[in-house]
């Protein structure tokens, strides 16, 4: 699986919306929950850090980070990753103080409208996905995710885009986990040959694209654009199965979010998704179109 903002939880009727606050313009800020636990972990972390005795420079040479990055970790104005956490929670004799918050920090990484999805998506031991605005955020390389980040509109700061490059990328450990999820994608050829971030950008990206493919447990289709039929036209969408048993579907337009869990919505659009592959290219059809624009580049 790309920010005013809504989002599903739990007590939500199915397809329920609920609004978050709107993120200021050049803010990239995300609403209060976000933050306070950002900052409650920065407190717990500067204390366990004072009382080991530590100062700044030398805790950082132990984990591998500056002692700026520290300093903006116990001040929460950025989110620590999973390893660190890990780290800091032994190094520091924490006791499992720092451990209990990993979770939901690691939420905090991505935008409010996304956290539920991505809780999901972890937890999926199938997943597809239709997208014909910009390649699928598990597909994507740093350059061109950065690229897309960089585009948002009201604009993010740097800080912020930072942030969502690497929760991105994190998303990708999914390729990683045993068993690896059943995983399709069905693209829109605009999206493979529309610039984002430019050529040189565009062709890591189809290169990365390319990997995916030949992966055992991956099938990726394209959508040519000289197809007459194509039953995507309504929009993105993600199908999502978990280890739970529960289908899912992820549905976002112009950063609103919904996330449904009712099976007639969800039913739709699986009988959506299978049409589409059946309209799209094979999937080795498509991986010779990828490398045909490639050689196009």
């Known amino acids: 699986m790309s920010e005013p903002t809504d989002t599903w939880d739990a007590e939500s009727s199915p397809g329920e919306q609920r609004p978050e606050p709107e993120t200021g313009a050049g803010a990239g800020a995300d609403p209060g929950a976000r933050s306070a636990i950002l900052r409650v972990f920065g407190r717990q972390l500067k204390r ?97 995710a950065r690229s897309v980040f960089g585009m948002m509109r009201p604009p993010l700061n740097e800080d912020t885009i930072e942030q969502r490059v690497v929760a991105r990328l994190a998303r990708q450990e999914l390729f990683a986990k045993h068993p690896t999820p059943l995983m399709s994608f069905v693209i829109d050829e605009s999206v493979l040959r529309r610039p984002i971030g430019g050529r040189e950008v565009l062709r890591g990206q189809l290169e990365k694209i390319l990997l995916a493919g030949h992966q055992r447990a991956v099938e990726i289709q394209l959508m040519p654009l000289s197809s007459e039929q194509n039953a995507g036209l309504a929009g993105p969408f993600t199908l999502i199965e978990t280890d739970e048993n529960q289908r899912i579907a992820y549905v976002e337009v112009q950063n609103v979010s919904q996330v449904h869990t009712e099976r007639r919505l969800v039913r739709g659009l699986e009988i959506k998704y299978g049409i589409l592959r059946a309209q799209a290219l094979t999937p080795q059809a498509s991986l010779n179109y990828v490398e045909e624009l490639l050689r196009e580049l």
Do not use: W
């Open 48 to 144: 366990c850090r004072v009382r080991a005795g530590l100062e700044r420079p030398e805790f950082g040479a132990m984990v591998g980070y500056s002692a700026s990055t520290i300093a903006a970790f116990e001040q929460g104005r950025r989110i620590p990753p999973p390893r660190f956490i890990d780290q800091a929670d032994e190094l520091l004799d924490a006791g499992g103080v720092l451990l209990e918050m990993k979770d939901e920090v690691a939420k905090a990484q991505y935008p409010p409208f996304f956290q539920d999805a991505a809780e999901l998506e972890a937890k999926a031991v199938e997943l597809h996905v239709y997208a014909n605005q910009a390649v699928p955020g598990l597909l994507q390389t740093k350059e061109y």
